[in-house]
Nanobody, 124 residues
Framework: QVQLAESGGGLVQAGGSLRLSCAAS????????LAWFRQAPGKEREFVAT????????NYADSVKGRFTISRDNAKNTVYLQMNSLKPEDTAVYYC?????????????????WGQGTQVTVSS
């Protein structure tokens, strides 16, 4: 089983930037698709971005396209989410997730392993 640990969350003003990191341990995830999801209070967990094992394929939610960038460093077993031009509606707990079948999926049900999440709060 893969253990995932997110970091980099915090409080930022609207228009600002944050970079989230998610370090994997327990297994090498270079063959896994990795993804970011988020969950705001009272809402369901929603897809943000995903990246294939080699990094050649990425997919983004429409709400973050052009503002967020997902990347990975397989040598460090880590996935990143660069978030720019943040908006108050981006406020949520952000989770990283791993899929051993490298499906680059956008649905929660396809991801086997999850981190504990990191809080991102964007003030207006």
């Amino acid at each position: 089983q893969v253990q995932l640990a997110e970091s980099g969350g915090g409080l930022v003003q609207a228009g600002g930037s944050l970079r989230l990191s998610c370090a994997a341990s327990g297994r090498i995830v270079s063959n896994y698709a990795l993804a970011w999801f988020r969950q705001a209070p009272g809402k369901e967990r929603e897809f943000v971005a995903t990246i294939s094992s080699t990094g050649s394929t990425t997919n983004y939610a429409d709400s973050v396209k052009g503002r967020f960038t997902i990347s990975r460093d397989n040598a460090k077993n880590t996935v990143y989410l660069q978030m720019n031009s943040l908006k108050p509606e981006d406020t949520a707990v952000y989770y990283c997730a791993a899929d051993p079948f490298n499906q680059v999926a956008t649905e929660v049900r396809w991801y086997h392993d999850w981190g504990q999440g990191t809080q991102v709060t964007v003030s207006s």
